[in-house]
Protein backbone atom coordinates (compact mmCIF):
# COMPACT_ATOMS: atom_id res chain seq x y z
CA UNK A 1 0.00 0.00 0.00
CA UNK A 2 1.19 3.67 -0.85
CA UNK A 3 2.67 5.98 2.05
CA UNK A 4 2.02 9.29 0.03
CA UNK A 5 -1.71 9.65 -0.70
CA UNK A 6 -2.99 12.96 -2.14
CA UNK A 7 -5.25 14.07 -5.22
CA UNK A 8 -4.74 13.98 -8.15
CA UNK A 9 -5.93 17.38 -8.43
CA UNK A 10 -5.88 20.08 -6.48
CA UNK A 11 -9.11 22.10 -5.55
CA UNK A 12 -9.15 25.40 -7.65
CA UNK A 13 -6.28 24.13 -9.78
CA UNK A 14 -6.34 23.23 -13.47
CA UNK A 15 -6.70 19.59 -14.55
CA UNK A 16 -3.66 19.91 -16.60
CA UNK A 17 -1.45 21.08 -13.68
CA UNK A 18 1.39 19.44 -11.81
CA UNK A 19 -0.54 18.63 -7.85
CA UNK A 20 3.54 19.11 -7.45
CA UNK A 21 3.54 22.33 -7.90
CA UNK A 22 0.70 23.15 -5.62
CA UNK A 23 2.26 20.61 -2.91
CA UNK A 24 3.37 22.85 -0.24
CA UNK A 25 5.81 20.21 1.20
CA UNK A 26 9.33 20.61 0.78
CA UNK A 27 11.24 18.76 -1.82
CA UNK A 28 12.69 16.91 0.04
CA UNK A 29 9.73 15.27 1.95
CA UNK A 30 8.26 14.65 -1.97
CA UNK A 31 11.35 12.81 -2.64
CA UNK A 32 10.96 10.63 0.40
CA UNK A 33 7.16 10.34 -0.10
CA UNK A 34 8.17 8.83 -3.92
CA UNK A 35 10.84 6.55 -2.80
CA UNK A 36 9.11 4.86 0.24
CA UNK A 37 6.32 3.98 -2.41
CA UNK A 38 8.26 3.11 -4.74
CA UNK A 39 9.70 0.58 -2.54
CA UNK A 40 6.88 -0.87 -1.35
CA UNK A 41 5.24 -1.30 -4.30
CA UNK A 42 8.07 -3.49 -5.04
CA UNK A 43 7.38 -5.91 -2.14
CA UNK A 44 3.24 -5.69 -3.11
CA UNK A 45 3.44 -8.50 -5.19
CA UNK A 46 5.31 -10.91 -3.06
CA UNK A 47 3.43 -9.98 0.06
CA UNK A 48 0.07 -10.83 -1.60
CA UNK A 49 1.67 -14.17 -3.62
CA UNK A 50 2.26 -15.42 0.47
CA UNK A 51 -0.85 -14.70 1.45
CA UNK A 52 -2.93 -16.32 -1.46
CA UNK A 53 -0.26 -19.62 -1.01
CA UNK A 54 -1.47 -19.46 2.91
CA UNK A 55 -4.83 -19.31 1.87
CA UNK A 56 -4.67 -22.06 -0.55
CA UNK A 57 -2.44 -24.17 2.29
CA UNK A 58 -5.34 -23.77 4.79
CA UNK A 59 -7.83 -24.29 2.47
CA UNK A 60 -6.07 -27.78 1.20
CA UNK A 61 -5.54 -28.73 5.32
CA UNK A 62 -9.50 -28.23 5.89
CA UNK A 63 -9.93 -30.50 3.18
CA UNK A 64 -8.05 -33.15 3.95
CA UNK A 65 -9.27 -33.25 7.88
CA UNK A 66 -12.47 -33.65 6.73
CA UNK A 67 -11.90 -36.29 4.87
CA UNK A 68 -9.96 -38.25 7.41
CA UNK A 69 -12.95 -37.22 9.53
CA UNK A 70 -15.22 -38.66 6.89
CA UNK A 71 -13.54 -41.81 6.89
CA UNK A 72 -13.28 -42.11 11.28
CA UNK A 73 -17.09 -41.33 10.90
CA UNK A 74 -17.41 -44.52 8.10
CA UNK A 75 -15.05 -46.59 10.30
CA UNK A 76 -17.29 -45.55 13.61
CA UNK A 77 -20.55 -46.60 11.82
CA UNK A 78 -19.08 -49.96 10.23
CA UNK A 79 -17.97 -50.95 13.78
CA UNK A 80 -21.79 -49.58 15.43
CA UNK A 81 -23.52 -52.57 12.92
CA UNK A 82 -21.51 -55.32 14.55
CA UNK A 83 -22.01 -56.55 17.57
CA UNK A 84 -20.11 -56.49 20.89
CA UNK A 85 -19.74 -60.39 20.57
CA UNK A 86 -18.34 -60.27 16.23
CA UNK A 87 -16.24 -56.84 17.18
CA UNK A 88 -14.59 -59.47 20.49
CA UNK A 89 -13.74 -61.87 17.77
CA UNK A 90 -12.53 -59.46 15.24
CA UNK A 91 -10.55 -57.77 17.81
CA UNK A 92 -7.95 -60.85 17.96
CA UNK A 93 -7.24 -61.29 14.20
CA UNK A 94 -7.03 -57.31 14.15
CA UNK A 95 -4.04 -58.06 17.24
CA UNK A 96 -2.26 -60.88 14.96
CA UNK A 97 -2.71 -58.53 12.34
CA UNK A 98 -1.46 -55.38 13.95
CA UNK A 99 1.83 -57.80 15.49
CA UNK A 100 2.61 -60.67 12.89
CA UNK A 101 2.19 -58.69 9.85
CA UNK A 102 1.93 -55.15 9.71
CA UNK A 103 4.11 -54.90 12.80
CA UNK A 104 2.95 -51.62 14.13
CA UNK A 105 5.34 -50.41 16.33
CA UNK A 106 6.64 -53.41 16.74
CA UNK A 107 10.39 -52.53 17.94
CA UNK A 108 8.40 -49.82 20.68
CA UNK A 109 6.47 -52.66 22.06
CA UNK A 110 9.12 -55.12 22.22
CA UNK A 111 11.22 -52.35 24.17
CA UNK A 112 8.46 -51.46 26.31
CA UNK A 113 7.33 -55.13 27.03
CA UNK A 114 11.03 -56.71 27.87
CA UNK A 115 12.13 -53.60 29.91
CA UNK A 116 8.89 -53.81 31.88
CA UNK A 117 8.35 -57.49 31.96
CA UNK A 118 11.56 -59.26 32.13
CA UNK A 119 10.13 -61.78 33.23
CA UNK A 120 8.57 -63.40 30.13
CA UNK A 121 10.14 -64.86 27.05
CA UNK A 122 9.34 -64.23 23.65
CA UNK A 123 6.98 -65.89 22.66
CA UNK A 124 5.03 -64.76 26.00
CA UNK A 125 5.80 -60.82 24.89
CA UNK A 126 4.25 -62.07 21.28
CA UNK A 127 0.93 -62.96 22.89
CA UNK A 128 1.04 -60.00 25.16
CA UNK A 129 1.32 -57.39 21.81
CA UNK A 130 -1.38 -59.55 20.57
CA UNK A 131 -3.56 -58.91 23.49
CA UNK A 132 -2.52 -55.28 23.66
CA UNK A 133 -3.52 -54.51 19.98
CA UNK A 134 -7.13 -56.29 20.65
CA UNK A 135 -7.89 -54.26 23.74
CA UNK A 136 -7.34 -51.18 21.88
CA UNK A 137 -9.32 -52.14 19.11
CA UNK A 138 -12.15 -53.39 21.34
CA UNK A 139 -11.85 -50.26 23.58
CA UNK A 140 -13.07 -48.32 20.40
CA UNK A 141 -15.85 -50.48 19.66
CA UNK A 142 -16.91 -50.33 23.29
CA UNK A 143 -16.57 -45.81 22.74
CA UNK A 144 -18.72 -46.85 19.29
CA UNK A 145 -21.05 -48.58 21.10
CA UNK A 146 -21.32 -46.98 24.33
CA UNK A 147 -24.32 -44.37 23.64
CA UNK A 148 -26.69 -46.51 22.56
CA UNK A 149 -25.79 -49.69 24.78
CA UNK A 150 -25.46 -48.33 28.20
CA UNK A 151 -27.79 -45.86 29.67
CA UNK A 152 -29.01 -44.90 33.81
CA UNK A 153 -31.48 -47.81 33.70
CA UNK A 154 -28.92 -50.47 32.89
CA UNK A 155 -26.15 -49.92 33.91
CA UNK A 156 -25.88 -52.76 36.08
CA UNK A 157 -25.61 -54.74 33.57
CA UNK A 158 -22.12 -53.38 32.84
CA UNK A 159 -20.60 -52.28 35.19
CA UNK A 160 -19.34 -52.94 38.79
CA UNK A 161 -17.82 -51.49 41.50
CA UNK A 162 -14.53 -51.27 43.07
CA UNK A 163 -14.30 -49.64 46.78
CA UNK A 164 -17.97 -48.30 45.85
CA UNK A 165 -18.53 -46.62 49.37
CA UNK A 166 -15.33 -44.81 49.70
CA UNK A 167 -15.16 -43.39 45.88
CA UNK A 168 -19.03 -42.01 46.96
CA UNK A 169 -18.31 -40.79 49.73
CA UNK A 170 -15.33 -38.17 48.08
CA UNK A 171 -17.71 -37.39 45.04
CA UNK A 172 -20.30 -36.02 47.31
CA UNK A 173 -17.17 -34.53 49.69
CA UNK A 174 -17.49 -30.55 49.40
CA UNK A 175 -14.04 -31.07 48.92
CA UNK A 176 -12.95 -31.02 45.11
CA UNK A 177 -11.42 -34.54 44.13
CA UNK A 178 -8.57 -35.31 42.33
CA UNK A 179 -8.67 -38.34 39.78
CA UNK A 180 -5.93 -39.83 38.28
CA UNK A 181 -5.25 -42.77 36.22
CA UNK A 182 -3.26 -44.24 33.08
CA UNK A 183 -3.55 -45.26 29.83
CA UNK A 184 -5.11 -48.40 31.03
CA UNK A 185 -8.82 -50.12 30.77
CA UNK A 186 -11.00 -48.32 28.98
CA UNK A 187 -10.41 -44.38 30.67
CA UNK A 188 -12.16 -42.88 28.22
CA UNK A 189 -15.41 -44.50 29.01
CA UNK A 190 -14.36 -44.32 32.80
CA UNK A 191 -16.07 -40.08 32.42
CA UNK A 192 -18.77 -41.14 30.75
CA UNK A 193 -20.18 -43.80 33.11
CA UNK A 194 -19.04 -41.44 36.04
CA UNK A 195 -21.23 -37.99 34.55
CA UNK A 196 -24.22 -40.86 33.63
CA UNK A 197 -24.59 -40.91 37.56
CA UNK A 198 -24.79 -37.27 38.11
CA UNK A 199 -20.97 -36.52 38.38
CA UNK A 200 -19.78 -34.10 36.21
CA UNK A 201 -15.96 -33.83 35.56
CA UNK A 202 -13.29 -32.06 33.96
CA UNK A 203 -10.46 -33.52 32.34
CA UNK A 204 -7.24 -31.53 30.60
CA UNK A 205 -6.40 -32.77 27.06
CA UNK A 206 -4.22 -31.64 24.00
CA UNK A 207 -6.51 -30.66 21.39
CA UNK A 208 -6.15 -32.70 18.31
CA UNK A 209 -5.06 -31.20 15.38
CA UNK A 210 -8.33 -32.16 13.02
CA UNK A 211 -10.54 -29.68 14.23
CA UNK A 212 -13.52 -31.78 12.87
CA UNK A 213 -11.97 -34.89 14.84
CA UNK A 214 -11.60 -32.55 17.92
CA UNK A 215 -15.36 -31.82 17.77
CA UNK A 216 -16.29 -35.18 17.32
CA UNK A 217 -14.43 -36.69 20.23
CA UNK A 218 -15.50 -33.62 22.29
CA UNK A 219 -19.16 -34.09 21.40
CA UNK A 220 -18.93 -38.34 23.09
CA UNK A 221 -16.98 -36.61 25.96
CA UNK A 222 -19.16 -33.95 26.95
CA UNK A 223 -22.92 -36.38 26.50
CA UNK A 224 -23.08 -37.17 29.58
CA UNK A 225 -20.82 -34.02 31.35
CA UNK A 226 -16.99 -34.51 31.04
CA UNK A 227 -15.93 -31.11 30.33
CA UNK A 228 -12.60 -31.14 28.66
CA UNK A 229 -9.84 -27.81 29.80
CA UNK A 230 -6.97 -27.39 27.02
CA UNK A 231 -3.40 -28.60 28.22
CA UNK A 232 -2.07 -24.84 27.57
CA UNK A 233 -3.37 -22.04 29.52
CA UNK A 234 -6.05 -23.66 31.91
CA UNK A 235 -4.71 -23.14 35.07
CA UNK A 236 -7.02 -20.24 35.75
CA UNK A 237 -9.86 -23.06 35.27
CA UNK A 238 -8.35 -25.65 37.39
CA UNK A 239 -8.32 -23.52 40.20
CA UNK A 240 -11.89 -22.52 39.52
CA UNK A 241 -12.52 -26.07 39.25
CA UNK A 242 -10.46 -27.24 42.64
CA UNK A 243 -11.96 -23.72 44.66
CA UNK A 244 -15.90 -24.89 43.13
CA UNK A 245 -15.44 -28.28 44.76
CA UNK A 246 -15.34 -29.86 41.18
CA UNK A 247 -13.56 -33.29 40.27
CA UNK A 248 -10.61 -33.02 37.85
CA UNK A 249 -9.67 -37.11 36.08
CA UNK A 250 -6.09 -36.57 35.17
CA UNK A 251 -3.67 -39.02 33.03
CA UNK A 252 -1.06 -39.50 35.19
CA UNK A 253 1.18 -41.77 32.78
CA UNK A 254 2.59 -38.52 30.38
CA UNK A 255 5.16 -37.64 29.49
CA UNK A 256 6.04 -34.04 31.14
CA UNK A 257 9.37 -33.44 29.37
CA UNK A 258 13.10 -32.87 31.16
CA UNK A 259 11.92 -30.93 33.83
CA UNK A 260 9.36 -33.06 35.03
CA UNK A 261 9.10 -35.05 38.07
CA UNK A 262 11.21 -37.86 37.41
CA UNK A 263 10.13 -41.32 39.46
CA UNK A 264 10.75 -45.18 39.07
CA UNK A 265 8.05 -46.88 36.84
CA UNK A 266 8.03 -50.19 35.16
CA UNK A 267 11.77 -50.66 36.12
CA UNK A 268 12.42 -47.62 34.14
CA UNK A 269 13.11 -43.80 35.27
CA UNK A 270 9.82 -42.01 33.88
CA UNK A 271 9.15 -37.74 33.64
CA UNK A 272 5.75 -37.49 35.43
CA UNK A 273 3.58 -33.49 35.61
CA UNK A 274 4.09 -32.33 38.77
CA UNK A 275 1.10 -30.52 38.56
CA UNK A 276 -0.80 -33.73 39.45
CA UNK A 277 0.37 -33.95 42.96
CA UNK A 278 0.19 -29.74 43.06
CA UNK A 279 -3.33 -29.73 42.63
CA UNK A 280 -3.94 -31.96 45.80
CA UNK A 281 -0.86 -30.50 47.92
CA UNK A 282 -2.23 -26.76 47.25
CA UNK A 283 -5.62 -27.18 47.49
CA UNK A 284 -6.08 -30.10 49.91
CA UNK A 285 -8.29 -32.50 47.73
CA UNK A 286 -7.70 -35.62 48.23
CA UNK A 287 -6.48 -37.77 45.40
CA UNK A 288 -7.46 -40.88 44.48
CA UNK A 289 -6.36 -43.66 42.13
CA UNK A 290 -9.24 -44.89 39.50
CA UNK A 291 -9.92 -47.78 37.32
CA UNK A 292 -11.84 -48.45 34.60
CA UNK A 293 -11.00 -51.91 33.49
CA UNK A 294 -12.70 -54.63 31.29
CA UNK A 295 -13.41 -57.45 34.07
CA UNK A 296 -15.65 -59.55 31.04
CA UNK A 297 -16.70 -59.32 27.50
CA UNK A 298 -16.90 -56.15 25.89
CA UNK A 299 -18.85 -53.04 27.55
CA UNK A 300 -18.48 -55.27 31.02
CA UNK A 301 -16.70 -52.97 33.77
CA UNK A 302 -15.08 -52.44 37.18
CA UNK A 303 -15.27 -49.05 37.93
CA UNK A 304 -13.79 -47.47 41.01
CA UNK A 305 -10.83 -46.34 43.16
CA UNK A 306 -7.87 -48.57 44.49
CA UNK A 307 -6.42 -45.93 46.60
CA UNK A 308 -6.68 -42.40 48.14
CA UNK A 309 -4.32 -39.78 49.50
CA UNK A 310 -6.47 -37.07 51.61
CA UNK A 311 -4.99 -34.36 52.79
CA UNK A 312 -6.89 -34.85 55.98
CA UNK A 313 -5.28 -37.85 56.63
CA UNK A 314 -1.72 -37.01 56.74
CA UNK A 315 0.98 -39.85 55.72
CA UNK A 316 4.37 -40.03 54.18
CA UNK A 317 2.98 -39.03 50.45
CA UNK A 318 1.75 -36.27 51.19
CA UNK A 319 5.17 -34.64 52.12
CA UNK A 320 5.99 -32.98 49.15
CA UNK A 321 5.61 -33.47 44.71
CA UNK A 322 8.16 -36.31 44.18
CA UNK A 323 6.51 -38.41 47.45
CA UNK A 324 2.88 -37.64 46.06
CA UNK A 325 4.22 -38.34 42.17
CA UNK A 326 6.18 -42.25 43.24
CA UNK A 327 2.81 -43.01 45.25
CA UNK A 328 0.17 -42.68 42.23
CA UNK A 329 2.92 -43.87 39.95
CA UNK A 330 3.13 -47.30 42.39
CA UNK A 331 -0.38 -47.82 42.39
CA UNK A 332 -0.91 -47.00 39.10
CA UNK A 333 2.04 -49.97 38.45
CA UNK A 334 0.16 -52.41 40.37
CA UNK A 335 -3.01 -51.78 38.26
CA UNK A 336 -0.76 -52.45 34.86
CA UNK A 337 0.78 -55.84 36.26
CA UNK A 338 -2.70 -57.12 37.10
CA UNK A 339 -3.64 -56.48 33.53
CA UNK A 340 -0.47 -55.63 31.06
CA UNK A 341 -3.19 -56.67 27.96
CA UNK A 342 -5.02 -53.31 29.40
CA UNK A 343 -2.25 -50.90 29.27
CA UNK A 344 -1.06 -48.61 26.02
CA UNK A 345 2.22 -50.05 25.48
CA UNK A 346 2.48 -48.69 22.30
CA UNK A 347 2.82 -45.01 23.19
CA UNK A 348 6.11 -43.61 24.04
CA UNK A 349 5.68 -43.21 27.77
CA UNK A 350 9.90 -43.52 28.45
CA UNK A 351 11.52 -40.79 26.70
CA UNK A 352 14.31 -38.36 27.49
CA UNK A 353 17.41 -39.00 29.83
CA UNK A 354 16.49 -37.93 33.81
CA UNK A 355 19.01 -35.30 35.75
CA UNK A 356 21.46 -36.70 37.76
CA UNK A 357 19.46 -35.70 41.24
CA UNK A 358 17.48 -38.67 40.01
CA UNK A 359 20.33 -41.01 40.65
CA UNK A 360 21.26 -39.75 43.52
CA UNK A 361 17.94 -39.76 44.91
CA UNK A 362 17.51 -43.73 44.07
CA UNK A 363 21.20 -44.36 45.83
CA UNK A 364 20.20 -42.39 49.29
CA UNK A 365 17.11 -44.60 49.19
Known amino acids: ?4 LRP ?24 LSFVVSCSLSQYRVPIQRTL ?35 CRQLSYVIGVLATDILKIRR ?16 AERRDLAIRCWAHLFLMVCEI ?16 TFCN ?22 NFEAAGYVIGLFGFPSFTIARPLDNKFLHQFVNDFRSMTGQFILPKQGSAKHVDEVLQAGGTLSLLGDQYAGPKGCWVEFLNRPASCHKAIAVFTLLSGAPQLISV ?14 TAVADPQ ?53
Open 164 to 185: KRETLRYLLDERATVFVTGHFG
Open 107 to 122: SLLEENLSHALPELNA
Open 52 to 86: DIDSMDAAKRAVIDYLVYLVVRIFICCLQILSLEK
Open 144 to 159: AHLPRKLHDTNWRQHV
Open 1 to 4: MELA
Open 8 to 31: QHAPGTDSKESPLKEDPEPSGAQD
Open 313 to 365: KPTPALDGVRQLTEWSTRHLETLIRENPEQYWWIHRRWKGTPPKRFFRQQKAA
Open 292 to 305: NRRVGGPLEFELGT
